[in-house]
């Protein structure tokens, strides 16, 4: 893909290589933040109206995937804020302007899992809660929590400012530990009722944002969307680790093996090309059904439900692959590849760590897919 984006994010990537274990301990540096920013990537799915691009939301991904590649926590967390923009733009209008008005470089969090509870009030509602795992919420100066409103049957993402909630450093893992995942922490906080947006009124593309956000990019589903923005930073780290991993199988020579050369070795052959072409495969599924979702909703056309599920079963079966990959590649490095100044064993624990997300839970999303192909009802998994 040729874009000066792209070259702009491709001259990030030794900076990021070189942070790769300072980001794994200490998160994401400020610094890196801000030159992730200068590339104008937090604006690709980003409205117009804004100062955004609302482009091609492979642009967006491939950008994803190099990161990736090079840091598994950075490319994560950008991919996740990086994302956000695009739900935000189907808020009403007054809560985009709550904002971009103020701060059209504002960056959003989010943790969407009912982990809270909101109550109607006049005007508005009162939300308080604990929502876990909030990658980027270090460098958000807003958050989008989900909560059920049991009073009007209803579940959706309430948009609330960075004085409003705290957060609660407890994210303390073996792997992607650079995205600060934390939990975001409300305390009985008025959000006025434009800043609340209901889920299925958003999955139904009735959403009051579209009325002023016309572009194609934001008419294309949540449930293509936001999958595979969790799954293809594993395809990106998947891609970085199988680099290294032939780079570093160039240059072994395996002692217990009386000094035998790794490339010598067939069986080392034999996994470099089964993993590679898994990968490879990987990235070409989810990225063939997100140009087609995107070239028919740019043609003004309805995406069928079929290339929905489609899209869908595919991000989680790429995230299968490339964690099945992944496995392959390290148990085979040999005991120097797991010293923690290596890059390949942190990408795998950062694979490892990413596979536990909920969105890239495979089972019920291949049920869903084998139930609505027998023409029974598949039930909701992000569609």
């Known amino acids: ?10 001259r990030l990537l030794p900076m990021l290589r070189d942070r790769a274990h300072e980001t794994h301990d200490k998160g994401i540096s400020v610094d890196t933040m801000e030159q992730l920013a200068a590339t ?4 690709l799915m980003q409205p117009r109206q804004w100062g955004g691009e609302a ?10 995937r190099r990161l990736s ?3 598994g926590s950075t490319g994560w967390v950008a991919s996740v804020l990086g994302v956000h923009p695009w739900h935000l733009a189907q808020f009403d209008q007054q809560a985009q302007q709550d904002v971009w008005g103020q701060d059209p470089n504002a960056l959003v969090c989010s943790s969407y899992a009912p ?3 909101a109550t109607p009030v006049e005007g508005g509602y009162r939300v308080s809660g604990n929502w876990r795992y909030s990658s980027g919420s270090a460098h958000a100066q807003w958050a989008m929590v989900g909560a059920p409103i049991p009073e009007q049957l209803a579940f959706g993402a309430f948009l609330i400012p960075r004085a409003e909630y705290s957060i609660e450093e407890v994210w303390d893992t073996f792997g992607l530990r650079g995205t600060q995942s934390n939990t975001l922490v ?7 009722a434009h800043r609340f947006l209901n889920f299925e009124t958003m999955g139904a593309f009735e959403a009051p944002g579209l009325q002023v956000n016309d572009e194609p990019l934001f008419r294309m589903p949540w449930g293509t969307v936001f999958p595979a923005a969790i799954g293809t930073p594993v395809i990106g780290m998947a891609h970085g680790a199988w680099d290294l991993y032939v780079e570093y199988q160039g240059k072994r020579q395996r002692a217990a093996y009386f000094g035998e050369r790794a490339t010598d070795d067939p069986f080392i052959a034999l996994r470099v090309g089964e993993t590679g072409s898994d990968i490879d495969a990987s990235w070409e599924q989810l990225s063939g059904n997100i140009s087609k979702v995107y ?3 740019a043609a003004g056309e309805e995406v069928p439900m079929e290339l929905r599920m489609k899209a869908r079963r595919d991000q989680v079966r790429a995230v299968q692959r490339c964690v099945a990959a992944a496995d392959s590649l390290i148990e085979s490095a040999g005991a120097a590849a797991l010293d923690n100044d290596q890059r390949l064993q942190l990408l795998w624990r950062d694979i490892r760590a990413a596979r536990h997300q909920a969105t890239n839970e495979p089972e019920r999303v291949h049920v ?12 909701q998994n992000m569609v």
């Not at 104008?40 to 604006?43: C, H, K, S």
């Not at 409300?186 to 006025?192: A, G, L, W």
């Not at 869903?368 to 598949?378: C, E």
Request: charged share 25%.
């Open 40 to 43: 104008g990537f937090f604006r």
């Open 368 to 379: 869903m897919f084998g139930r609505h192909m027998f023409k029974l009802d598949p039930g």
């Open 1 to 10: 893909m040729s874009h000066e984006l792209i070259d702009r994010i491709d």
């Open 115 to 117: 982990m809270g509870m």
């Open 69 to 71: 590649g090079a840091c």
């Open 186 to 192: 409300v305390e009985d906080v008025f959000v006025p």
């Open 295 to 297: 070239d028919l909703v």
């Open 55 to 64: 482009a091609d939301p492979m642009l967006a991904f491939e950008a994803i």
